[in-house]
């Protein structure tokens, strides 16, 4: 039974990691504020999203294999599935956002002085807030497994 706890500590974390790191990154993308030392901020943020997703998967896994409820009632919940599926959907979404600020920090490289266009700045906070909707859910779905549902 500690061990179930733990488990679910450790993707509990990860999910709130995940919410902290999307957030931030949210915070400090907005027009007029997204120069060279925040693209670097921005950068450093986006490789502890990818942790997140990575450390939510892994502690789903470990939980779903070495916890109370086993994989025999696990892998056939909806649920799990449909959680599965929208962290899927948030990795594909955060992936053009990777590729931006890719794209972003070597343009501000070439030049110091260089800042993203307001438009590009204005569709990538788009994207970070869809995918903190889609985040909501994930929780929600969590707490129904958690209660018997699925």
Not at 59 to 68: D, K, N
Not at 104 to 113: K, M
Not at 137 to 150: K, R, V
Request: glycine content about 6%; hydrophobic content about 55%; overall charge positive.
């Amino acid at each position: 039974m500690l061990t179930d706890a733990l488990l679910l500590y450790l993707h509990l974390s990860a999910m709130l990691g995940l919410v902290v790191f999307l957030t931030a990154k949210t915070s400090l993308t907005r027009v007029d504020a997204v120069d060279v030392v925040v693209l670097t901020r921005l950068r450093r943020l986006d490789v502890w999203v990818w942790g997140s997703f990575a450390a939510m998967l892994v502690s789903g896994l470990a939980l779903m294999f070495w916890g109370i409820k086993g994989p025999q009632w696990l892998s056939h919940n909806p649920l799990l599935w449909a959680k599965v599926a929208l962290l899927a959907l948030m990795a594909v979404m955060s992936w053009p956002s990777t590729r931006r600020l890719a794209q972003w920090s070597l343009q501000g490289r070439r030049s110091a002085s260089w800042v993203p266009p307001a438009a590009e700045i204005r569709q990538e906070r788009r994207w970070l807030m869809a995918q903190s909707h889609v985040m909501v859910i994930i929780p929600l779905l969590a707490t129904l497994m958690s209660h018997g549902f699925g």
